[in-house]
């Protein structure tokens, strides 16, 4: 998702707000990794000292949804010794989005939500909102 450059700082704020009530070890964030709100939670996860697991919904997604400043996510995920998941799916499309949905809410134990609540521009294909 697109978050405004003038927002992330505050956003950052809260989510380090968020992850402080939390023991560390206790830490474990599932996400896509994507732009925007997936990579900034996970990098206020990765500052609390909490860990990574990466849902990926195809073998392409990190060369067609994630810029190279953030495909590091994927590769803390495998360094922190956690599973990076991937989809049954060969290619990025909006079934690989939502089979990558069902399984970060299958494995939440907590679910933190970012949105912008603007929609995608037309023709864009964003994984679904759960």
């Known amino acids: ?13 809260e989510a380090d707000a968020l992850l402080a009530v939390f023991p560390s070890q206790q830490l474990l964030e599932v996400s896509c990794h994507a732009e925007g709100a997936d990579s900034l939670f996970a990098e206020a996860v990765l500052a609390a000292g909490g860990r990574l697991v990466a849902v990926i919904p195809s073998p392409d997604y990190r060369a067609r ?3 190279p ?6 590769q803390a995920a495998r360094a922190a010794g956690r599973s990076v998941r991937d989809a049954p ?3 990025a499309h909006r079934d690989a989005y939502e089979a990558a949905t069902t399984c970060l809410l299958d494995s939440a134990d907590e679910l933190v939500a970012i949105w ?3 929609p995608p521009p ?5 994984p679904p909102t759960p």
């Open 1 to 13: 998702m697109n978050l405004a450059a003038a927002g992330m700082p505050h956003i950052r704020v």
């Open 65 to 67: 949804r994630v810029s």
């Open 69 to 74: 400043a953030r495909a590091c996510l994927r």
């Open 89 to 91: 799916f060969e290619t």
């Open 116 to 118: 912008t609540a603007v």
């Open 122 to 126: 037309a023709g864009a294909e964003a």
